[in-house]
T-cell receptor, first 112, second 115 residues
């Protein structure tokens, strides 16, 4: 993938604990996104960012917060993880009218 | 707001047979349209996109898609499927002329290829 990495790749956490997922890009792109992928639901937008400290909510933002203090990093935080947040999380960069999004490899999160 | 529907959850085709995956969108103006492919355990890879102009677009791996405004469709086609095409395919729609509204993805179509 072109300069976008997600960490960790896999995580198992307990209900009620906070979790932070990191997306790091080296493309200096303005726009970054967090999606979650669940069977039967496809990809659903959680939050996105259109610049440092500029973020907005997506379709399924409840229970999630984000931060972007540097162009290259976009953090997704689950303040108190629940089993319904077990999912695969994808970060993406790119503009809607550009060459399409570039996706990271995903983070598989399991909340037990 | 835009939306996209992929009517087929799962399709099985024989290797060498032709393929068509359906995508219908809802948007009041000309949309941006994309097809992505996801191999098991991997991220999404862009196959092709439509912004304007020629309604038949060519992509990677021998795929093509045709934008039909009258039917609000952007179906993906391949004349001869290979076993390596087995994957999940996502159609996505974006809003032209509305800033950078994020893409909306369909629920995906899983393609199985049999010998």
């Amino acid at each position: 993938d072109a300069g976008i990495t997600q960490s960790p790749r896999h995580k198992v956490t307990e209900t009620g604990t906070p979790v932070t997922l990191r997306c790091h890009q080296t493309e200096n792109h303005r726009y970054m996104y967090w999606y979650r992928q669940d069977p039967g639901h496809g990809l659903r937008l959680i939050h996105y960012s259109y610049g440092v400290k500029d973020t907005d909510k997506g379709e399924v933002s409840d229970g999630y917060s984000v931060s972007r203090s540097k162009t290259e990093d976009f953090l997704l935080t689950l303040e108190s993880a629940t089993s319904s947040q077990t999912s695969v999380y994808f970060c993406a960069i790119g503009g809607t009218g550009g060459p399409g999004y570039t996706f990271g490899s995903g983070t598989r999160l399991t909340v037990v | 707001a835009q939306s996209v529907t992929q009517p087929d959850i799962h399709i099985t085709v024989s290797e060498g047979a032709s393929l068509e995956l359906r995508c219908n969108y809802s948007y009041g103006a000309t949309p941006y349209l994309f097809w992505y492919v996801q191999s098991p355990g991997q991220g999404l890879q862009l196959l092709l996109k439509y912004f304007s102009g020629d309604t038949l677009v060519q992509g990677i791996k021998g795929f093509e898609a045709e934008f039909k405004r009258s039917q609000s469709s952007f179906n993906l086609r391949k004349p001869s499927v290979h076993w390596s095409d087995a994957a999940e395919y996502f159609c996505a729609v974006g809003a032209q002329g509305s800033g950078n509204t994020p893409l909306v993805f369909g629920k995906g179509t899983r393609l199985s290829v049999i010998a």
